[in-house]
């Protein structure tokens, strides 16, 4: 989709607000989340609460939310949980550049940790939960931004990092069914069509269907990608957390 595309969307007002506070929104997110906080003005993205952390893959978020879940409930109430995790499982950050992670199980990994999150939280009944989809990314922006001599040598890792967001964010959705939840469709915001002549002018690649300019480095989506994220955020939000 077009920045244009995505201003027009953001230019459409969110629905009035009915009812009143029932539960806390919390976003429990590794670096994805603070461009989208950044962004935060609107009354409902006000009340929501930011549980970020750089480089936080699943179990990590996992271990966090089991040490602190009991205070921060006592302390701002029950809470619906948007579980936002999976993209620092997927590759790996050897503190420079990104590659794909080498465990050939790491899908299932992700997904068990997720179910272990739904166990968990099953201790606190006034508390739901959400698992949000992953966003495309890209290994071969992200090493550009950081001055790898060689990006475009990760292109078949990105191909297959693409094709493990896929599988991921479908175990996404069969866990939320069985939650009665779903996800926004953030993938959708970066979908790049084909005309018909440019897609017969060289051989696409699964890379060749996502406009990864709308991001900063590959990774964290600029300001107008982040706002279009957050007002999907938002308006999920308000119908959940607010009656």
């Known amino acids: 989709m077009s920045e244009g595309k ?5 230019k459409r007002p969110l629905p009035p607000i009915i009812g009143n506070k029932i539960l806390t929104p919390v976003i ?3 670096s994805k989340g603070f461009g989208l906080w950044d962004q935060v003005s609107k009354q409902v993205e006000l009340e929501i609460r930011w549980w970020c952390k750089s480089s936080c893959t699943s179990q990590k978020g996992f271990t966090w939310l089991q040490q602190n879940i009991a205070q921060n409930i006592e302390r701002i109430g029950n809470i619906h949980l948007y ?3 999976g993209t620092c499982d997927l590759t790996t950050y050897d503190s420079k550049f990104i590659s794909i992670t080498s465990e050939q199980n790491i899908i299932q990994q992700i997904t068990d940790i997720y179910q272990e999150i739904v166990e968990f939280l099953k201790s606190y009944p006034g508390c739901k939960i959400t698992f949000l989809e992953i966003p495309p990314y ?3 922006d992200f090493n550009s931004y950081k001055k790898h001599d060689n990006p475009s040598s990760f292109k078949n890792q990105e191909e297959q990092l693409i094709k493990n967001v896929q599988e ?3 175990n996404i ?3 939320n069914s069985t939650l009665d939840t779903s996800s926004p469709n953030f993938a959708i915001d970066i979908n790049h069509h084909h005309q018909e002549k440019t897609s017969k002018s ?3 690649t ?3 269907n996502y406009m990864f300019k709308l991001y900063r480095d590959g990774i964290h989506p600029k300001p107008t990608l982040s706002k279009v994220w957050l007002k999907k955020l938002a308006t999920q939000i308000q119908r959940q957390c607010w009656g």
């Open 83 to 85: 579980v936002w995790l």
């Open 206 to 208: 699964l890379r060749d």
């Open 28 to 30: 429990l997110t590794d």
């Open 202 to 204: 060289k051989k696409l």
């Open 173 to 175: 959705r069969y866990i």
């Open 168 to 170: 991921l964010n479908n």
């Open 138 to 140: 890209s290994i071969i």
């Open 6 to 10: 995505l201003k027009k969307y953001l």
